[in-house]
């Protein structure tokens, strides 16, 4: 770890992290949209759309806070949330969804357009996440934290039967839903 401090400039923070400011942010995406009927939708091995999303936004801002990165929070967070905000179960590939890895950005990036007033740099973090299967890379900081945090937790989620425990007690359970999370951990 001492080289990529070296390398960065940067001295990891040790005081505790705070998760108000994440909580607001989530709050405001979960309460006024669809956001959170994504937790019917899987994403990777048993992780529901929403938890995935919900992990990624988080681990993009404790990463950028953790190191002292000067990112954009609210549009950090915003646009993490929303990135995979295509609503869908993209493993039915009789509906048409079958390139779903590289098209599932832009449909996404639609549906939080429909929602919510994005930033350039939310529409940049939504429509880039999905470097290098689509063909420009992301152009600023956000996104490209948000493109590399995804695919971290991606392969973690794959791999791991029951990923998020924190996460799930964290907030997961203290957002509103439009369903009851009665079988969430369940595999499905």
């Known amino acids: ?8 400039g ?10 108000k400011e994440f909580k607001k942010y989530l709050a405001d995406v979960a309460s006024c949209s669809t956001f959170r009927t ?3 939708y899987v994403q990777h091995g048993n992780t529901s759309v929403l938890l995935h999303s919900i992990a990624v936004a988080y681990y993009s801002y404790y990463l950028s806070w953790y190191f002292h990165l000067n990112f954009r929070e609210r549009e950090l967070v915003r646009g993490a949330l929303l990135h995979d905000y295509f609503l869908y179960d993209w493993h039915n590939s009789g509906e048409g969804h079958t390139f779903h890895a590289f098209t599932h950005a832009r449909d996404a990036f639609v549906n939080a357009q429909k929602e919510f007033e994005l930033s350039r740099i939310e529409r940049e973090v939504i429509k880039k996440h999905m470097f290098p299967l689509t063909p420009v890379p992301p152009l600023c900081r956000e996104g490209l934290m948000v493109c590399l945090v995804d695919k971290g937790c ?7 039967q029951n990923p998020y425990p924190m996460l799930r007690k964290k907030f997961l359970f203290s957002l509103p839903l439009a369903e009851p999370l009665d079988d969430f951990s369940s595999d499905r």
């Not at 940067?10 to 998760?19: A, E, S």
């Not at 991606?154 to 791991?160: D, G, M, V």
């Open 1 to 8: 770890m001492n080289w990529f401090r070296r390398l960065c």
């Open 10 to 19: 940067v001295t990891p923070r040790k005081i505790v992290f705070k998760n």
């Open 38 to 40: 994504t937790h019917q």
């Open 154 to 160: 991606s392969l973690y989620e794959t791999f791991k």
